[in-house]
């Protein structure tokens, strides 16, 4: 077996870095779990709508830590209009986030009627701004099969509008974008690797808005990486909580959805694909597919590779809990042991 393992400029696809001093605690961590480039989620409170806001945003996690591309998004909302898109677009903003009403964090301003936006769509397809799909409807253990109509849809009436169903969790959804053409693709998280159903039920740790499923639709997802499929790639849907959110809730009002893995993401995203024969496809998976689909090729002049190893005495423990301040966040898999650490970035 390989004892060092290097990847050329991995990016994450999907990540939430929230604001105020939250985001202090959680935006280094991209850089400490191997990431030099993130994909920002725009739900904040209140959230992304406009440029201006998304420029903001960029500059306020640039001076946290400049060593970071961030490419910014806009949440798809009512206000949005089609100059807004042509505006964001100049400006360097990258997609647009459309969360369906009430399925997850900070979604209560989320969409009911896709039909409402095929004008913003249009400019989008126009101007080539990626549309990033949180694909849920209804009840969490069916909520994605009964969402893939509107993907296959959308995909249908703006064949040339690219598209990114995020955090896949079933085989049905594997199954919908491999059924698409080349401008549609599918992020996968790291915990969506490792877990299932009975993994969260019952504890609040492994609760995350899509859930995971079933020990089936957990192979598809492994099964698509060992293809190496090119439009199946890393996004961490990584999205912290204050400890006392994620550990409690009570009869009015649920546990925090959300698992956090920014700070392990490489090491853990190698430990997973080699548990099921799949580290060969780590490159691919956690830079060259995603990076190919959003057109973020790394320059010659910014070169970036990140060297994993394996820890001398055969595994290392994740850290309890990541602190600053007031603020703590509990990480993914927090106090077991993983095959990998970060030697080199």
């Not at 701004?129 to 253990?141: D, I, R, S, Y």
């Amino acid at each position: 077996m390989a004892s060092t393992i290097s990847v050329n400029s991995p990016a994450d696809f999907h990540v939430h870095l929230r604001q105020g001093s939250l985001a202090a605690l959680v935006t280094p961590h991209v850089k400490m779990g191997g990431f030099d480039l993130a994909y920002v989620m725009p739900n904040l409170k209140p959230p992304i709508t406009t440029t201006a806001q998304a420029i903001e945003y960029k500059q306020e996690l640039e001076k946290i830590d400049s060593s970071v591309e961030y490419l910014m998004t806009l949440y798809l909302s009512p206000d949005l209009t089609p100059d807004e898109i042509r505006k964001a677009k100049k400006a360097g903003v990258c997609g647009v986030k459309s969360y369906p009403r009430g399925v997850t964090t900070n979604s209560d301003g989320g969409i009911e009627s896709y039909e409402t936006y095929y004008p913003i769509f249009e400019v989008m397809e126009e101007v080539e701004m990626v549309l990033n799909l949180h694909g849920e409807n209804t009840h969490v253990l069916n909520a994605e099969p009964k969402f893939l109509p509107h993907l296959l849809k959308l995909h249908a009436t703006f064949p040339k509008l690219r598209i990114v169903l995020e955090h896949a969790t079933t085989r049905a959804a594997v199954e919908a974008v491999k059924s698409c053409g080349p401008t549609v693709a599918c992020t996968i998280t790291a915990h969506h690797l490792a877990l299932t159903v009975d993994d969260w039920a019952g504890q609040s740790w492994n609760f995350c808005k899509p859930v995971a499923k079933y020990p089936d639709d957990r192979s598809a997802l492994r099964e698509v990486i060992l293809e190496g499929h090119p439009r199946f790639f890393l996004g961490s849907d990584s999205a912290p909580h204050l400890p006392h959110t994620k550990s409690t809730s009570t009869p009015m009002q649920g546990c925090a959805a959300g698992i956090y893995t920014s700070p392990i993401l490489l090491p853990l995203v190698a430990h997973l694909l080699e548990s099921f024969g799949a580290l060969d496809k780590l490159e691919g998976f956690v830079s060259s597919f995603g990076r190919a689909f959003y057109r973020q090729a790394v320059t010659s002049d910014h070169p970036s590779k990140v060297v994993l190893r394996r820890p001398s005495a055969g595994s290392s423990l994740v850290d309890n809990k990541y602190a600053l301040g007031e603020d703590s966040v509990v990480p993914f898999w927090a106090g077991r042991e993983i095959g990998w650490e970060i030697a080199t970035a």
